[in-house]
């Protein structure tokens, strides 16, 4: 009675990135309205290819609904912030004017700060909603998942938490992520059966490790070098301590996705376990990008090269020459391979990035007594009006 | 043709591993499972769906059409995972509608309704409500902050033009000044202001004048340039002054950063290649010509009444709208309030009925000082060097 079972991924390279790429240009050709239903077909397929004992998961969203969720959101915020930009300027801030002094333009500055800060809870409220129409739309074994409401709350404690970190200048990072994530998974349901995450926050503060040895060394070889008068040495140690930090921002987020999925209880029976490397994530996301960077710029190398060439002909030619006809097409091809080359870098950063990644983390993850599962029953479907529209509105959340 | 598959009810988390079978003659997909009621379920192949961008080729997951659904498409819960590739094949083969996707009836309706209610919904917000916010907010605001706004907006006016400095454009000459505030002292003695006038002249070839917020009126030289007479000049003043005194300006910005605020959003989120900018610029000019027009028929009416208390001949908005009937219409330096043809007739027409009515009237400046406010612009102490054009 004490089944295990291990997730496995069963997603390729060509399928996706055609997926990709084909909805990629419906949307251009729909002049964005696509994008809907292109975030929809590329999370069915990923949701589909990831699986667990042999079953696939199932995402139900439509892209109508996201459609529609979409145009709610946007009335709400431009309602909200028109009000917000007037009363900014009632109080003698304004956006719009080139500032003429310097008194001007700090209090512009601040304008532009108070117009984010006053989206910034709006955005919080959309990641929860976003996380919970996903949930909403995701099942397994023809049961959902669902979370409660509760964006608000999330939106509130998100603002407390973040504001603490700020002022402990990240010191207090791991009780963020370990509340918040505290806060939605116990909302969390899978079926009738609710997730409960348990663990201490500061059990965190070994994932920072990384972080802190970067600190250290920018801070000691900055300290040294300029005591022992050698920029070098203080460069080398910056830009040392600067990798070292990247990379160990994600060690942190790779140990805190392992420790947090460790430390969740299903229905207090089933449990999990998450061995995602970060090596293995790094390797991925260094590489890929490489890739994708050296591509685009030989893309972009060659057309700016045919550009140039063409622009020859045509100041060479003159107006009334045959070569002006040329130049004229080279530049709607450039336009045309411009956009081509961004679909692509898209669809490759989808899959020799972002599907690696996913491959990885549900190939790593396991369920531990896993026949209680059998024992859950369907929960009701959540309508949920908005259908993350905030949270394409606002554009948080990423890709997928 | 038999095939094993995994069932899911759509109601518990089991799964049962139910022998497939399909009768051709009663075209019906037979599920059967000791654990399923009555042992048995029959799908009718035409009601069966699969699910659409399906990662895994080697497999197809089956749904049943369901009239209607509580879950987005409309789809019934209970899933069926066909693994065997000889079942894949014939199924793929029989079922008539295995791709389709349902829409739910009347989903048009709702589409067009859900677009109608929001574009229905920005419109009221940027026609409506922060319209009638900004009327408020206007009476509200404390005239330090509307006389520093103002200020604000000639320097970078003053920028626009070319000014290379603050007060780089200003004309000083003193024997025009003079005549200056001569001139607006006659046209105010008679009634009390809100604001401090702080009127200025540019130099620049401009035939126009504006109104910023908090008491801030420029004059170009070009209007005072072609003016035939001071009281022109005086006319064209006292329309300014009562734009200053309905407080227009200072509504129309609040207003363009309310409407900027919730457009500038649309605009950013709809994409520019969605034409959401156009979209905003359009609603912006439409809004902007209607206020204007209502706020330029006010501020005539407001200078009419102020040429007649200081006994000035009113005929002079009327004979400055005629003189600038000559000027091309699409000359893009035509003051808005005169841009628009047949209503500055209109306008010049209302001028003259109500000059019809005046009592005694005197020119407002005797021939010295009409000389010397035309002459403003030379000699000016503080001026930058002119640049004609």
């Known amino acids: 009675m004490s089944a295990q ?14 997926l990709y790429i084909v909805t990629a240009l419906l949307t251009l050709v729909t002049l964005g309205i696509y994008r809907f239903w292109a975030k929809t077909r590329i999370r069915k ?22 459609f529609l969720g979409f145009l709610v959101a946007i009335v709400i915020l431009a309602i909200y912030l028109g009000i917000v930009q007037m009363a900014l300027f009632f109080f003698g801030l304004n956006l719009f004017v080139d500032p003429q002094t310097q008194g001007q333009e700090l209090a512009q500055i601040g304008a532009i700060y108070l117009t984010l800060l006053a989206v910034l809870p709006l955005m919080l409220f959309a990641q929860y909603r976003a996380r919970r129409y996903k949930m909403a739309r995701s099942r397994w074994r023809g049961i959902r998942f669902g979370m409660e409401n509760g964006a608000w709350g999330f939106a509130a404690r998100a603002l407390g938490y973040y504001l603490l970190n700020a002022i402990t200048l990240g010191l207090l990072n791991p009780l963020a992520t370990f509340k918040l994530e505290k806060y939605m998974a116990d909302r ?9 995450q348990t663990g201490r926050w500061q059990d965190l503060y070994a994932g920072m490790k990384h972080v802190f040895i970067a600190l250290a060394i920018m801070i000691v070889g900055g300290i040294l070098g300029f005591a022992t008068g050698s920029p070098l040495l203080a460069g080398i140690a910056i830009f040392v301590g600067y990798i070292w930090f990247l990379i160990g921002l994600l060690y942190y987020r790779v140990y805190a996705f392992n420790y947090l999925t460790g430390h969740k209880i299903l229905d207090g029976q089933v449990t999990f376990e998450a061995k995602v490397e970060t090596g293995r994530v790094a390797f991925i996301v260094i590489v890929g990008t490489i890739i994708i960077g050296v591509l685009m710029a030989v893309i972009f190398g060659v057309m700016g090269f045919v550009f140039a060439s063409s622009m020859d002909v045509f100041i060479g030619g003159g107006l009334s020459q045959p070569g002006a006809a040329p130049s004229a097409l080279a530049l709607v091809t450039s336009a045309v391979l411009y956009v081509l080359a961004l679909l692509v870098a898209g669809g ?15 190939n790593n993850v396991y369920v531990h007594n896993a026949d209680h599962l059998n024992t ?17 509105a606002l554009d948080v959340g990423g890709a997928i | 043709m038999q095939a094993q598959a995994r069932f899911f009810d759509g109601e518990s988390g089991q799964r049962l591993d139910v022998d497939l079978a399909v009768d051709t003659a009663a075209e019906t997909l037979r599920l059967t499972h000791p654990d399923l009621p009555m042992g048995s379920q029959y799908w009718p192949l035409d009601a069966i769906r699969a699910l659409a961008d399906h990662a895994r080729t ?10 209607a659904s509580l879950d987005s498409a409309l789809i019934r819960t209970a899933r069926l995972t066909v693994d065997d590739a000889d079942m894949i094949s014939i199924l793929t083969r029989l079922c008539p509608d295995l791709r389709r996707r349902d829409v739910e009836r009347g989903t048009g309706r709702k589409v067009v309704t859900r677009i109608g209610l929001a574009v229905g919904a920005v419109v009221l917000m940027i026609f409506v409500i922060l319209p009638a916010m900004a009327n408020t907010l206007a009476t509200l605001i404390p005239i330090e902050r509307e006389v520093a706004y103002g200020k604000t907006v000639v320097n970078q006016m003053e920028r626009f033009l070319g000014g290379k400095r603050v007060g780089g454009l200003a004309c000083t000459n003193p024997a025009g000044r003079a005549a200056l505030d001569k001139m607006t002292d006659r046209l105010t003695e008679a009634g009390d202001l809100t604001y401090d006038l702080n009127i200025a002249v540019f130099d620049h070839k401009m035939v126009n004048a504006f109104a910023a917020p908090g008491g801030q009126i420029v004059i170009m030289r070009g209007l005072i340039d072609r003016a035939k007479t001071p009281d022109e000049v005086a006319a064209v003043l006292a329309h300014e002054i009562g734009h200053v005194e309905a407080r227009d300006t200072t509504r129309n910005a609040l207003r363009a950063a309310g409407s900027a605020g919730s457009a500038g959003l649309l605009a ?21 010509a209607s206020y204007t027009r209502e706020a330029e028929a006010a501020a005539d009416v407001f200078a009419l009444n102020m040429l007649d208390a200081s006994e000035t001949d009113a005929e002079a908005l009327a004979t400055f709208f005629d003189s600038l009937d000559g000027i091309e219409r699409a000359m893009p330096d035509l003051p808005v309030y005169l841009s628009s043809h047949p209503e500055t007739i209109e306008r010049a027409e209302a001028a003259r009925e109500f000059a019809k009515a005046q009592g005694r009237t005197s020119p407002i400046l005797n021939d010295e000082d009409w000389a010397a406010l035309r002459n403003i612009c030379k000699d000016s102490p503080e001026k930058d060097t002119a640049e004609d054009g």
């Open chain 2, 268 to 288: 950013l989120v709809l994409g520019d290649f969605a034409g959401g900018s156009a979209v905003v610029v359009v609603a912006e000019y439409t809004l902007n």
């Open chain 2, 58 to 67: 080697d497999q197809l997951v089956l749904s049943l059409r369901a009239d």
């Open chain 1, 188 to 196: 969390s349901w899978y079926g009738d059966a609710q997730f409960e």
């Open chain 1, 45 to 66: 397929y990923i949701w589909s290819a990831t699986t667990g004992d042999g079953d696939s998961f199932e995402y139900t969203g439509t892209g109508l609904e996201k």
């Open chain 1, 376 to 392: 859950i029953q369907q929960r009701a479907a959540d309508e949920g009006a908005d259908a993350e529209g905030f949270a394409d």
């Open chain 1, 348 to 362: 490759l950063s989808l899959v020799i990035i972002t599907q690696p990644v996913i491959e990885h983390a549900v």
């Open chain 1, 5 to 18: 079972i291990q997730g496995q991924y069963f997603g390729k390279r060509g399928p996706l990135f055609r």
